[in-house]
Structure formats: C-alpha cells, structure tokens
C-alpha cells in the first residue's frame, strides 16, 4: 500500500501547491498527467476558442512548462546545431525571450522522428532547468534570464536522439541518461549544477537480444524515460525506466532498491504512475506490455513482486493515466484501452484512429487524448468510452500538453496555442 506520512508531506508541497495554475515539468504539478482544471473547453478549432496562436521556430517536441505568467520550452535547428529556449507571456502569448543556449559542432544523430529539443524543462519560483540531454544542460534565473549555471560533460551516445526529461526533487535536479554506450542516472544540486550523485544501470547488457543475436550497441540499451519520485510505505523511492529493467533508486544517495528485468524490452519512454500498492508502467519497444509491480521490493524482484502483466493495446510512447481504480492508456497506433489497476483485466478498448506520441490527460473530469493528426478525443472516464468531443488543430502534436488556470497549452509542431473559452 502507498502511503504519504505526514512528516514527509512538505517535501512535496513545491509541487502540489497551486496545482490548477502552475504545469511545472513533464505531466504536470504531480507528473501523472492529473489536472485539477475546471471549466475547460469542451470544442475549439482553428477559430474557435483560440486566445492565441504563437509561432515557434525550428523544431521541438518538448512540452510547455508553466510558472506564473511564463511559458518555457525549447527548440533546435533541424540540423541540432542550434539548441534554443523559449519565454512565452501566458497572457498574450508573445515571445519574451529567445535564447540560443549551445551551440553544437558535430550533433550526434537524431531520428528523423525525434528532435534535438525533446526533453521538457522542469520550473520552479525563479529558475528553470533545460536540458538537450548530452548537448547540455542549464539553469535560467526566470527574472533576469541569465544563465546560473551549464553543464555540457554528462554525456551518453543517445543513438537516435534524447528524450528523458528532468525532474526537481528537493535541492536535487534529477537526469536520466539512457544511451547505447553509458545508462546512468544523475542527480545535480539545482542551486550550482555540480554532481551529488550518479549511479550506473546494474543490468548486465551483454546479453542476447531476443532474435538470439549478440546484444549491439543501440536500440536495446537506450531509453527515453522519465524518473517519479514518491514515499512508498514510508521509503522514499525514485522510480525509474530504463532498457531492459524497471529500478527503484534512493534520490537522495543513489542507491538502488530493487530492480525488475523485462530484457526483451527497450527505449521505455514513459512516465510511471502508482497507486493501489503497485507501480504502473509501459515495457516500451518489443515487448509492448503493460506492468504492475507491487511496491515493498528489495533488490531482483521480477519473480516475485510483478503482480501482472498486459500485452494488448499497450502504449510504447504516450504515459498512462490511473484515475480511481482503472488505467487509461492510447496505443501508438491509436487503440484506447480501459484496464483495471487491481488485476490487469482490459475491461474496454476502442480505436480512434491515427498515430499518438503525446501523453493523454485527466481534466475536469474527462480524459483527452492528442494525436499526430491534430485531433483531439474526449472521452468521460468509465468501463465503456463515452465521447464527448472531437477537436481539430492543424500541424498535430508530439509534444504532451499542459494545462493551467481554465486553459489548454497545445504545442503541435509549428505553433504554441492557448484554448480557452472565449
């Protein structure tokens, strides 16, 4: 069972405060895709419900982080010679700052999918936190725009481009880097960038990829995820997906906790969310499954604590939403699936079409759903899918959405919009 105790309750009272105003770091103020929005529109459209339509240069999937009257993201030149960030007025959606934070001699290789601008920063009162993977990393001062500190010696081969995004927990900006020649996660003092810790992945990769070949460098040994703090049972834990395995770290030390293989897996991509005593999660490439593990591990516990596991309709890219007692989730390819958290039993599925990379949201009640199309499905949470609405913008979205206030934040691939009754 999870449990807050009460004297640790503070250490996440930056990140829970003022919820419905603020999108700190990749999905949202608690990093499950949970807003508590009301009073958002139900329809828009290229005319209608648009407060504002913003251009954005180059090329990013990052998603908008929100403080205050800030809107930050980030974006590259198509070639990632040029690695830049975005300050964005929430209220008029001009651009109050654009800064060129690195330049970049020889970029490694990108997926043509993927951009040089794929990890969301992570904000907080006066700073926010870029990173570009191992191109670089920095702190901004969100008054002054200067840049507090930068690191570009964390590096990794990450083969076809990054994509893990950084959270802050207490001092600590915490990193994975998932390539196919380093797996490690890192933890920074925020305040001056300089290490506190860093821990290798403890899986052995050499091994056999599942065809029986020799384990190469690349697809089976890089990630895209992104790490989840949480107090389970008393225990802090930093939840963590890498290729091949599922950790559980001390974010304070380092120390890992327990472990669960999966080796026919890889690229895991998303975020995990909890409840229920158990830990969800999507396996990533290959495999395709979904996860429960029930929380109390320490050390191998794939054989013992992985309470079960789902292959149909599983997500490799979009993060999952746990509302209640069932799991929501949206498959690349467009087949939305209703799961019960207790015992893995796909309880409703049904295709909406296209192809999906951002991660859905649970707002005012309705969970939404936004494809590479531009078309956003609206559903009412349940065992059956009920649609309340269908929305089209153009351009269509990789990037996942923020939400605060009474307003959506959807970037799709050539603009920043903010939706909102008009």
């Not at 919820?19 to 103020?29: I, K, L, S, T, V």
């Amino acid at each position: 069972m999870v449990k807050i105790i009460p004297a640790l309750i503070l250490i996440f009272h930056c990140l829970i405060v003022f919820a419905a105003d603020h999108w700190p770091q990749f999905r949202g103020p608690d990093g499950n895709g949970h807003s508590d929005a009301r009073d958002l529109p139900l329809n828009w459209s290229e005319t209608k419900n648009v407060v504002w339509k913003t251009p954005v240069h180059d090329r990013g999937w990052s998603s908008p982080v929100i403080y205050g009257n800030q809107i930050w993201l980030t974006t590259a030149t198509q070639d990632g010679r040029k690695l830049y960030a975005l300050c964005i007025d929430r209220e008029t959606g001009s651009i109050i700052r654009d800064m060129k934070l690195f330049d970049v001699v020889q970029p490694q290789y990108a997926h043509p999918f993927n951009t040089y601008a794929s990890p969301t920063p992570a904000i907080e009162p006066g700073r926010v936190y870029i990173t570009f993977g191992s191109p670089g990393t920095a702190c901004i001062d969100t008054k002054s725009f200067r840049v507090v500190w930068e690191r570009r010696d964390l590096e990794c081969n990450h083969f076809r481009g990054a994509g893990s995004s950084p959270i802050i927990f207490q001092n600590l900006l915490i990193m994975h880097f998932d390539g196919s020649d380093h797996q490690f996660v890192t933890a920074l003092d925020k305040r001056t960038g300089k290490t506190i810790w860093q821990t290798k992945r403890s899986i052995d990769f050499q091994d056999l990829e599942p065809n029986g070949k020799p384990a190469a460098d690349g697809d089976y040994r890089k990630a895209f995820a992104t790490p989840h703090v949480a107090v389970i049972n008393g225990r802090l834990e930093l939840i963590s997906l890498g290729a091949k395995a599922a950790y559980a770290y001390n974010p304070l030390t380092g120390e890992e906790l327990w472990r669960v293989e999966e080796r026919a897996q890889h690229s895991a991509s998303t975020r995990p969310v909890i409840g229920h005593g158990m830990i969800f999660f999507p396996t990533g490439f290959s495999t395709g499954q979904l996860f429960a593990v029930r929380t109390g591990g320490k050390g191998l516990v794939t054989d013992t604590h992985v309470a079960w596991k789902v292959k149909r309709g599983v997500s490799n890219k979009p993060s999952i939403l746990l509302i209640d007692d069932l799991i929501y989730m949206i498959s690349d390819n467009g087949i939305a699936s209703c799961v019960e958290a207790k015992t893995g039993e796909v309880v409703g599925q049904k295709r909406i079409g296209g192809e999906y990379s951002a991660s859905p949201v649970y707002a005012d009640g309705k969970v939404w759903f936004f494809g590479e199309d531009g078309k956003t499905t609206v559903f009412r949470p349940g065992r059956t899918f009920d649609l309340l609405a269908e929305n089209q913008l153009a351009d269509g979205f990789l990037a996942s959405p923020a939400i605060a206030g009474k307003a959506f934040y959807l970037r799709t691939r050539t603009h920043l919009y903010r939706i909102e009754k008009r």
